[in-house]
């Protein structure tokens, strides 16, 4: 069986081999759908590995940060990351994380994404990932099993996505001026700059951005921003420091841009996060 894992006490070759097994089992698991806990100290990465189910992760305390070749993602509580099967990602713990896994194998249900994402998890689909990870793994599931795992596999495809998600270009000059940006992010940055400094016009830097990242170079910098704001903000720094130090000339101003892709104002964002918490 694959364990009910806690890593905040083992050392480092412990954590590692611990997850080696780990992967080991869900390459001979025969479910449909496993779900699997884990708990993983403030610091902790989990290198980069692959499996052979999709993954949806689920954070229900701290925040992790998913990197892969694509991009990189952030999950605070009250979202979950879905992981396609067969991509490389390591996993960046941000905070004390207890980790709610489940794994689907590919092709399990009709409408399931395609495609690296955050999304945001609704009261039930929280219920019954905590509720799929008391299930046993070495047993015939029972019929009462078979029907919780059943509803969770067939809601994924109806968890709404959320901008958390930072896709790098394909394109090195590109996606070193967004790599010096999450080092130093600014809500400043303008597309002209960006043009100038790799030698492009503005309408063909614009088309370049948009085809490799599929976002425009403003909703990618307010969501670089954001990456940025909710850890800090999680960890429970003021939001005037966090938007003075990103860059902005006032709260309200962050404020905005917050709301703009959240829907929600920091502070609304923070208590309905604790209180899922």
């Known amino acids: 069986m694959p364990v009910s894992v806690s890593y905040l006490d083992a050392p480092i070759t412990d954590l590692h081999r611990r997850h080696r097994e780990r992967l080991e089992w869900l390459d001979r698991a025969k479910d449909l759908v496993v779900a699997l806990p884990s708990e993983y ?3 902790y990465t ?5 499996h052979n189910r999709s993954q949806l992760l689920h954070a229900l305390t701290g925040v992790v940060l998913v990197k892969t070749h694509f991009g990189r993602w952030m999950v605070p509580p009250d979202h979950a990351m879905w992981i396609p099967a067969g991509i490389k990602h390591a996993v960046d713990m941000q905070g004390n994380v207890s980790m709610r896994s489940v794994y689907v194998a590919p092709d399990a249900v009709a409408g399931l994404p395609t495609n690296l994402r955050v999304v945001g998890v609704s009261d039930l689909m929280r219920s019954l990932i905590i509720e799929a990870v008391t299930l046993p793994t070495d047993e015939p599931q029972s ?3 078979g029907l919780l795992m059943a509803l969770l596999l067939h809601e994924i495809p109806a968890m709404e996505e959320r901008p958390l998600g930072l896709p790098f270009p394909h394109d090195p000059r590109i996606a070193a001026l967004c790599r010096r940006f ?3 992010p600014s809500p400043h940055a303008t597309i002209d700059d960006w043009a100038e400094t790799v030698g492009m016009s503005r309408r063909t830097f614009t088309r370049v951005f948009h085809r490799e990242t599929g976002l425009s170079l403003s909703t990618w910098r307010q969501q670089a921003l954001l990456l940025a704001a909710l850890p800090r903000l999680t960890d429970g720094e003021p939001v005037t420091r966090v938007a003075l130090d990103l860059g902005y000339d006032s709260v309200p101003a ?3 841009m917050f709301k703009r892709m959240l829907g929600t104002s920091p502070r609304a964002y923070l208590r309905g996060a604790r209180e899922v918490g």
Not at 46 to 50: A, T
């Open 254 to 256: 962050f404020t905005t």
């Open 41 to 43: 100290p403030d610091g």
């Open 182 to 184: 999450v080092a130093e």
């Open 46 to 50: 989990v290198p980069d590995h692959r």
């Open 143 to 145: 019929e009462r099993a």
